[in-house]
């Protein structure tokens, strides 16, 4: 099942996809330019070893198309909603995870929501109720991400509307040897998504002795 990645040539993006193909996923990452695509598509299969899913660069448009049933959604947030807009028609019958952050673009570490409440939310909204959008991976370092030879040190919580992509969306992102969680309704990413800028803090202060935390979900020890 080809999955595909909008803004495959942002951090998270070339991360995710080198993750998913790692784990024998096959990957379309689009982008504005597709020959940017094509180019760090080649630039990530060259990093893998044999075994890994084939990555692939195009369009946005395109790889839209060539995705199977799952789009992921991977842009900076000033560029959110115009990519879904040009995207929609192409949507149908498929599935958005969006893993976007409404970051202020005057400080990461605050968040700006919109008026929907959450990036997750407004990506419904204009999306319309036939097409289900699930928010998940909010609060996973790119670093991380794009470090092969670390583990991904965190859970992921998954919100949205439809509880069969719910489910559906958790079954994609457990390939990457992560626990996911069902966290509820769409409205549940103004909770999710607002956790990365604090993380960011976290993160970047001077007096925590790590980088790049993410979130755990702990048990209660007996």
């Keep these: 099942m080809t999955v595909a990645i909008i803004g495959g040539t942002g951090p998270q993006g070339r ?49 839209t198309q060539a995705a199977e049933e799952m789009v992921i959604l ?26 976007v952050v409404p970051l202020s673009p ?36 790119a670093h991380t991400l794009n470090s092969l030879d670390w583990d991904i040190n965190c859970d992921v919580l998954v919100c949205g509307n439809s509880l069969d992509a719910r489910k559906q969306v958790m079954a994609l992102v457990s390939k990457l040897g992560v626990t996911c969680f069902n966290a509820g309704a769409a409205n549940s990413a103004r909770c999710v998504e607002a956790i990365t800028p604090i993380l960011i803090r976290i993160n970047i202060s001077k007096q925590v002795p790590f980088t790049h935390a993410g979130i755990k979900i702990w048990p209660p020890e007996r």
């Design 15 to 63: 991360g995710l996809a080198l993750r998913f193909a790692r784990a024998g996923v096959p990957i379309a990452i689009g982008s504005r330019d597709g020959a940017r695509a094509a180019e760090v598509a080649a630039e990530l299969t060259g990093m893998l070893g044999e075994g890994a899913a084939p990555i692939s660069g195009h369009s946005n448009e395109e790889a």
């Design 106 to 141: 005057d400080d990461p570490k605050v968040v700006s929501m919109p008026p929907e409440g959450s990036a997750t939310e407004a990506a419904q909204a204009l999306l319309g109720p036939d097409i289900p959008v699930v928010g998940a991976l909010h609060n996973v370092s």
């Design 74 to 99: 991977s842009v900076p947030y000033a560029g959110h909603n115009a990519t879904l807009e040009a995207l929609k028609p192409l949507l149908a019958s498929k599935t958005l995870i969006d893993i």
